[in-house]
């Protein structure tokens, strides 16, 4: 039986608090709902729109030299052998399997398709030219997987006017692999004589079946002797899997796309997907940030939010913090020049004076020491206190404010965020 | 003849020679302005500085901030400065300031605290003594680029990425330098009948070629880069030489430095966590809000400072003499070339006359110097490091479809076109870091995170770039801009960098190979 959020008044009651709409706090959310609880969740999703819309587990150890793993539970069994203080150490294989089916099952059911090969990590495209390692991959992406496998002949196309996306770089960097790769430069239809293109307008734009249409009139003269056309990803941003249909019908050959730079429209699809499909579920979510916490009675935690102009007391009896990094603000720096946690100014494992947070060299193989610093954890994820017990009973913790990780270069994000609050939702769900 | 080294100096002499109708060839091992040429305030001296301790060169920069504000009008953004002490500084060194200023000729007015605090209300409430005097800011990259930009149109031949190797002499004659094309290791000589070493904190190496030898010693600077203007004209802290002494405007930013600390090696310049905490905390004595300030970037270049002057007893940097040295090498027995190196921005150009004047003299080329006459013209080389030029320029034609590749900074399309044909004048490729060296890209807030992506893929699309060069240019523009990045990250900044990561790591997996 699920359980709803329930209102007094102005102050809600809910078991679960989340607090952070990013990866680790939508997959939070999600694994909450499912197990029939109430939950109240708030932050901004701002950050999920960096998102490739990929979802990666785990490719590489960083150090003196890369080692990456096609096969990412290889990959983290030697991580965890090596550092068993990394998130991945507290979680087994299967509940990484349970965690990533429940997330994509949710997301299917909310209209985003993810293609997943159990033993094997995929290869897509990206805008520099290079090959990125992902475990679940969109199937927009997918196909472009599939067609660089297959060894296909690829077209790809970019855009006048749409910066940081050059088809011609990236078929000049693939050309050693893939020497069946060609690119040209399109016009964008009714946006000719504009010279800066966004890639959320031109989404919009295609939205529209008459833009379509002359989007593929300008594309069909260029399509003869390829088997598939690479595009950045603006194809819709609700009616994907329909856009891409019809192109790929109309132009007789497989469409795929590509991910590009910030705010992407991969990332967006994935926040008004899970938005969208939320009303379905026992959430209530709240787009507004949190500034101040109590610990009250019982153990549990109470805190104000607003909606338009109303201002709600809830009270929760169990917390994850998906609060993110720096730039999702859940750490930061205090006045004397240590990282901080910002809600309950936790314990953060620190990584030395500031001077010595960052490598010289920007791409250093071992990566930066700061993206280590973090949160301190018990095996289920609650995060630890001065006295190295949990911090609070039902307090948890989840992605990538965790410690003794480096997502960005182990290309681990979204696994380290589904897994740690699959794993996080778990237990508390046993204590309530 | 040949010219090795870029710099200021360097292309001064060049465009010197050009104008007397001499046939010349400037090499640098990188690009133009890559040395200390381009990692200094852009301070045009009034000469009051110097007042202390070398009123002869005090003079000099006076004379030449006069000149070049005559002939050079367009590199220079006459701001005046001010002399201020606040009240910790010694009552003696203010008292004898103005003195020693009307002694040696360096026009100088008193103002009242209260009068100064009016003109830049960025300064210190304990101010006790202020000083107006004629200091101005210089555009360093303008100035070598139009320098070099003039020299070509009188027939020089500019070649960058050449790096020396060493000469091949023949008793007391060097008759070639053999060099090589640093990207493409392929070595070549140039034949020249007389050779000028203006290679600054390098200079001994080069001489050490030719069989000479200069005692020198390095002085590193370190200078930061504040996100707007703090004030309208520049600052000089009234007190013994110490660090963060100045706060020179420029543009839309300030720039306050510099250290000073004496290193050995010339390999790795880089600015230190330690050091920005210096410049900032005596900085903030001066200028409070210095302390608040949020910083775009730091960066450090290297003082050349020769023993053989007066002035080397003492210990550090400061204490040795800022005027330049011109060695003629013939107490090295060697009859062709000439070493000029030390010396200031401001006196770039009487630098490059007295080297000109020798070897002109010795090639039995008797014309007089021009650079003290004629105008420097504008060039299409050197106009887009204006700041506000590129926004100005794209703001104007609306109904042009340019495209910007820097946002900060406003650089379009057009501008990086623009760019690359006059690079690709002086018969070589251009890289990312060269491009960002003559226009604004990379300045701005977001430091490379966008642009510097943006600008590769927009240089593979015109063909500019091939196979996998991109990658690598974008590497060393990344590195070059973090370099100046890294010690001023301390708590808002980190999220710019995880930002940057993730696209540059997460994404495009930029650290493997």
């Known amino acids: 039986m699920n359980a709803a959020v329930t209102q007094t008044g102005n102050t809600l009651n809910c078991q679960v608090a989340v607090i952070g709409s990013g990866m680790a706090g939508m997959a939070a959310a999600i694994f909450a709902a499912n197990r029939g609880l109430s939950v109240v969740q708030v932050g901004k999703p701002s950050e999920i729109s960096f998102s490739s819309g990929c979802l990666d587990l785990f490719s590489t150890i960083p150090g003196e030299t890369l080692r990456s793993f096609d096969n990412p539970f290889e990959g983290i069994d030697v991580l965890t052998a090596e550092q068993p203080c990394h998130p991945y150490a507290k979680v087994s294989r299967d509940e990484i399997v349970q965690g990533f089916e429940e997330f994509t099952a949710f997301m299917n059911a909310a209209g985003i398709r993810y293609h997943c090969t159990p033993q094997s990590n ?136 590509i991910p590009t730079l910030a705010p992407s429209v991969t990332g967006l699809r994935t926040k008004e997907a899970y938005i969208g499909h939320l009303g379905n579920t026992s959430v209530r979510h709240f787009p507004v940030s949190v500034k101040d916490i109590q610990t009250g009675k019982n153990g549990g935690f109470c805190f104000e939010v607003t909606e338009g102009f109303q201002n709600f007391e809830v009270n929760a009896e169990r917390m994850i913090l998906a609060t993110g990094r720096f730039l999702g603000k859940g750490l930061g720096v205090n006045d004397t020049g240590a990282i901080r946690e910002m809600l309950f100014d936790l314990p953060v494992v620190q990584t030395g004076h500031r001077s010595q947070w960052f490598d010289r060299d920007f791409f250093n193989k071992k990566g930066h020491a700061v993206n280590r610093a973090g949160l301190e954890t018990d095996v289920v994820f609650r995060p630890l206190g001065r006295d190295k017990k949990p911090f609070a009973e039902g307090l948890y913790a989840a992605g990538s404010v965790l410690a003794h990780q480096d997502w960005k270069r182990e290309k681990s994000g979204a696994g380290i965020s589904i897994v740690s609050a699959y794993k996080a939702v778990a237990h508390l769900a046993e204590t309530l | 003849m040949l010219v090795i080294g870029g710099g200021a100096t360097g292309t001064g002499v060049a465009r010197d020679l050009a104008l007397r109708g001499i046939d010349c060839i400037l090499i640098d091992q990188k690009d133009i302005n890559s040395g200390a ?20 060169a005090a003079a000099e920069c006076h004379r030449e901030n006069q000149l070049l504000k005559r002939l050079a009008p367009h590199c220079i953004e006459d701001t005046g400065g001010l002399f201020v002490a606040v009240e910790k500084d010694d009552d003696d060194y203010v008292a004898r300031f103005p003195e020693l ?54 027939g020089a031949t500019v070649l960058r990425n050449v790096r020396l190797t060493g000469f091949d002499t023949d008793n007391g004659k ?24 203006a290679t600054g904190a390098w200079a001994n190496s080069v001489a050490t070629m030719a069989g000479a030898n200069i005692s020198m010693s390095y002085s590193k600077g370190s200078l930061l880069i504040t996100q707007t203007r703090i004030n309208e004209r520049v600052i000089n802290r009234l007190r013994p030489a110490s660090d963060a002494d100045i706060l020179v405007p420029g543009g839309t930013v300030s720039i306050i430095g510099t250290t000073s600390l004496e290193i050995d090696n010339l390999d790795d310049i880089r600015p230190t966590t330690a050091e920005v905490d210096a410049i900032i905390r005596e900085g903030a004595d001066m200028v409070p809000e210095l302390a608040r300030a949020r910083y775009i970037r730091a960066y450090a270049g290297v003082r050349p400072l020769v023993r053989d002057l007066a002035g080397t007893s003492g210990s550090g940097g400061r204490s040795i003499s800022r005027n330049y040295t011109l060695k003629t090498h013939s107490e090295d027995n060697i009859e062709n070339l000439v070493t000029i190196t030390g010396g200031k921005l401001t006196t770039f150009r009487l630098m490059a006359q007295k080297a000109a004047d020798i070897v002109a003299k010795r090639m039995g080329n008797t014309k007089p110097c021009l650079t003290d006459k004629e105008h420097l013209p504008a060039s299409a080389k050197g106009e887009w490091t204006e700041p506000g030029k590129s926004p100005r320029v794209w703001m104007s034609n609306p109904e042009r479809r340019d495209t ?32 960002g060296r003559r226009s604004r890209i990379g300045k701005g807030p977001c430091q490379g995170t966008f642009c510097s992506f943006r600008l590769a893929a927009y240089l593979y699309r015109k063909g500019e770039l091939i196979d996998d060069q ?44």
Request: with cysteine.
């Open chain 1, 122 to 257: 995929q290869k897509i495209v990206t805008p520099a030219g290079t090959l990125k390692s992902s475990w679940c991959v969109p199937s927009a992406m997918y196909a472009g997987t599939r067609a660089l496998a297959e060894k296909k002949r690829i077209l790809i196309v970019d855009i006048r006017g749409l910066k940081g996306f050059g088809a011609r770089q990236m078929a000049q960097n693939l050309k050693a692999a893939h020497p069946c790769m060609g690119s040209i430069t399109v016009e964008f239809p009714g946006r000719e004589k504009s010279g800066d293109l966004m890639c959320e307008r031109l989404t919009w734009d295609l939205e529209a079946p008459d833009v379509l249409k002359r989007f593929i009139k300008v594309l069909r003269p260029h399509v003869a002797g390829y088997d598939a056309i690479g595009l950045p990803a603006i194809l819709g941003i609700y009616r994907f899997e329909e856009l891409r249909t019809k192109m790929e019908k109309a132009l007789g050959t497989t469409v795929f796309e």
């Open chain 2, 37 to 56: 040429s381009g990692a200094n305030h852009g301070l045009l001296h009034s000469g009051a500085r110097y007042v202390f301790k070398d009123g002869e």
């Open chain 2, 101 to 154: 200023c009307r002694k040696f000729g360096i026009p100088v007015a008193d103002l009242t605290p209260e009068a100064a605090r009016q003109i830049e209300p960025c300064l210190a409430k304990d101010l006790k003594a202020a000083f107006a005097v004629q200091d101005a800011v210089i555009d360093p990259f303008m100035l070598s680029l139009d320098n070099a930009a003039d020299a070509m149109a009188n």
């Open chain 2, 174 to 197: 060097i008759l070639a330098a053999r060099v090589e094309h640093r990207r493409t290791g392929k070595p070549f000589t140039i034949s020249a009948g007389q050779f000028v070493n």
């Open chain 2, 404 to 435: 910007l590749i820097c946002e900060c900074e406003m650089v379009s399309e057009y501008m990086v076109d623009e760019i690359v044909r006059s690079l690709k004048d002086e018969g070589a490729q251009p890289t990312l870091e060269e491009i």
């Open chain 2, 470 to 513: 991109g990658m690598d240019q974008v590497r060393d523009f990344v590195n070059g801009r973090w370099k100046g990045f890294r010690p001023l990250v301390r708590d808002r900044e980190l999220m710019r960098v995880e930002l940057q990561e993730s696209f540059l790591c997460a994404l495009f997996g930029m650290e493997e190979d």
